[in-house]
């Protein structure tokens, strides 16, 4: 089936940082998902990209939909402490219409 | 406009028992979908529902079960438990082929398998 490989796996940067993490697929994707999951909370759709080499911000968040088609980035400018969470990709599985996620990038930052 | 809710909000069991989780959808929304994050992993699909049966399905054994009611919600059952079955389950619910807009989440049920 389909994998999602997310990097790096963990990030610990100091407040005001900007953060790059990106996500990989085995296959192609025509929509990519980014996902932020808080501790005690259900994943929160941050960003969806429908189109390759689309650009899409929200806020300080911007997306990049790779023109492979099988990968993605996220980054995240001038980092604050409620920027905290789990990140996740995800993309169209292969059973109809559900989601395969990432694994997750791990964000601490340090006031 | 309500979110997703999703009872209890942690349970421990039994290896060998069963279990019952529950979903209210968004309003409006007419399929849910179920999956299972283990600690430190990406939630894995495990079935979805739409106008009251079964919709897809991940890699998941048959004593995974589950139920669509008229109002849209949902019940994610499990039998025979078994240890692996620990995790947080999250429901999400969505408009029928609207998944590339993103499904809202609910906020899980942690399962504890002893």
């Known amino acids: 089936g389909q994998q999602l490989n997310q990097s790096p796996q963990s990030m610990f940067i100091q407040e005001g940082e900007d953060v790059s993490m990106n996500c990989t697929s085995s296959?192609?994707?025509?929509?990519w998902l980014w996902y932020k999951q808080e501790p005690g909370e259900g994943p929160v759709l941050l960003i969806a990209?429908?189109?390759?080499?689309e650009l899409t911000s929200n806020g300080r968040l911007t997306a990049q939909f790779g023109i492979t088609r099988k990968d993605s980035f996220l980054n995240i400018s001038a980092s604050i402490p409620s920027d905290v969470g789990i990140y996740f990709c995800?993309?169209?599985?292969?059973?109809?219409?559900?989601?395969?996620f990432g694994g997750g990038t791990r964000l601490m930052v340090k006031p | 406009e309500t979110g997703v809710t999703q009872s209890p909000t942690h349970l421990i069991k039994t290896r060998g028992q069963q279990v019952t989780l529950r979903c209210s959808s968004q309003?409006?929304?007419?399929?849910v979908s179920w999956y299972q994050q283990a600690l430190g992993q990406g939630p894995q699909f495990i079935f979805q529902?739409?106008?009251?049966?079964?919709?897809g399905r991940g890699n998941f054994p048959p004593r995974f079960s589950g139920l669509q009611f008229p109002n849209y919600s949902s019940e994610l059952n499990v039998n025979a438990l078994e240890l692996d079955d620990s995790a947080l389950y999250l429901c999400?619910?969505?408009?029928?082929?609207?998944?590339?807009?993103?499904?809202?989440f609910g906020s899980g049920t942690r399962l504890t398998v002893v």
């Open positions: 995800a993309g169209p599985g292969d059973a109809g219409n559900m989601l395969t």
């Open positions: 309003s409006g929304h007419n399929t």
């Open positions: 990209l429908y189109k390759a080499g």
């Open positions: 296959s192609i994707f025509n929509t």
């Open positions: 999400a619910s969505s408009l029928v082929g609207g998944f590339w807009k993103g499904y809202t």
């Open positions: 529902y739409y106008r009251e049966e079964e919709n």
